[in-house]
């Protein structure tokens, strides 16, 4: 027994989604890096791992 047929409309939007995520997250990443993000996540990132070890 198989459900109501869906628009065409959703068939495509469920196709597409994955490949739209992933633009979007390309995106965003390039956002990121092109802002000076990226520096500071790393700093923080390094000032977290030494300060967990007992260095800094």
Same mark, same amino acid.
């Given at each position: 027994?198989?459900?109501?047929?869906?628009?065409? +409309?959703?068939?495509?939007?469920?196709?597409?989604?994955? #490949?739209?995520?992933? !633009?979007l997250s390309i =995106?965003?990443i390039f956002v +990121?890096?092109?802002?000076?993000?990226?520096?500071?996540? #790393?700093?923080?990132? !390094?000032?977290?791992? =030494?300060?967990?070890?007992?260095?800094?």
């Open positions: 027994m198989q459900g109501r047929p869906r628009p065409d +409309g959703v068939d495509k939007v469920k196709r597409y989604f994955p #490949y739209i995520i992933f !633009i =995106l965003f +990121g890096i092109f802002t000076g993000e990226a520096s500071s996540i #790393y700093k923080k990132a !390094i000032a977290i791992c =030494l300060s967990c070890i007992g260095i800094g």
